[in-house]
């Protein structure tokens, strides 16, 4: 790897081999290829180990000298390697580096979706998730509590954008998932067609409170979570099999949609049979 090191100085910021990690939008990264699959960039030597575990080509590394050492630079095999202090990375790249290290990364072609339903118990759909934040925290809660899957709709944040994979600790290169329905309109007959119970996390008057009943125990599951603002569209709510609440108390109407998805998927998966992931 030494021959393909190059040491970053401020007089190089312009090279165009940096391109990728200063000038191109993640927007431009996602379709540089296409038709073929693009190309991301993960931050955080313990992104990009989860990116390689899942199949994931690194085309080539942003990282501070004193990273160099670690294993899974090792693992990106004979790429080309930038080294620079942090400062000069950061000013490359416009923020501080997590970790220290960000890659450029290849993009796989997504499962379809019956691929992705066919082993799935528990199945967890967001629709219009705007925030990629949002995104990877959901992602990681759903890795944590045992969903086998996710689908999402086409106007939510991308999951292999820089910050909603880094904030999903890497969860979002190892469960499966796709995107699903149109925009802000799930497409539930495919899940019940498919064989599963499908609830709204929304705030409707008959909604059952989750701790209070649970008559989908031991059914498959597919939770379906709405935009940050606005919830739900209401023709999914009407297509779902029952909609379910989170008690609040001292006023508060609602948690955040990252939050109510890690208490949700806590009692919601109990008793759940789980697909391959078990």
């Not at 890795?143 to 292999?160: E, H, R, Y």
């Not at 001292?250 to 806590?266: M, R």
Request: charged share 25%; glycine share 10%; net charge negative.
């Amino acid at each position: 790897m030494a021959e393909r090191r190059m040491r970053i100085a401020a007089e190089d910021l312009k090279r165009p081999e940096l391109a990728p990690f200063s000038e191109s939008s993640e927007v431009q990264l996602r379709r540089c290829n296409e038709p073929a699959p693009g190309c991301f960039i993960a931050e955080s030597l313990r992104v990009i180990g989860r990116a390689l575990d899942a199949g994931y080509e690194a085309l080539s590394l942003l990282i501070e000298e004193r990273h160099l050492g670690e294993e899974t630079v090792k693992r990106c095999g004979d790429i080309p390697v930038y080294v620079g202090e942090a400062e000069v990375l950061s000013t490359l790249a416009g923020y501080k580096l997590t970790g220290g290290a960000l890659c450029l990364m290849r993009r796989k072609a997504l499962p379809e979706l019956s691929g992705v339903l066919e082993h799935a118990g528990r199945v967890v759909v967001l629709e219009g998730i705007s925030n990629p934040t949002n995104v990877g925290a959901i992602f990681r809660s759903a890795a944590a509590l045992g969903a086998d899957a996710l689908l999402l709709t086409p106007d939510c944040s991308d999951p292999l954008y820089r910050r909603a994979a880094r904030v999903s600790m890497g969860t979002v290169m190892s469960l499966p998932w796709c995107y699903f329905g149109k925009n802000r309109l799930s497409d539930v007959a495919v899940l019940h067609k498919a064989g599963f119970t499908v609830l709204a996390m929304a705030l409707q008057e008959d909604a059952v409170r989750l701790g209070e009943s649970a008559p989908w125990k031991g059914r498959r599951l597919a939770v379906i979570l709405g935009n940050e603002n606005d919830g739900l569209s209401p023709e999914t709510v009407r297509e779902c099999d029952a909609s379910v609440l989170i008690p609040m108390m001292n006023g508060v109407d609602s948690l955040n949609v990252a939050a109510a998805s890690a208490v949700a998927f806590w009692e919601l998966f109990k008793g759940v049979p789980g697909g391959s992931r078990g």
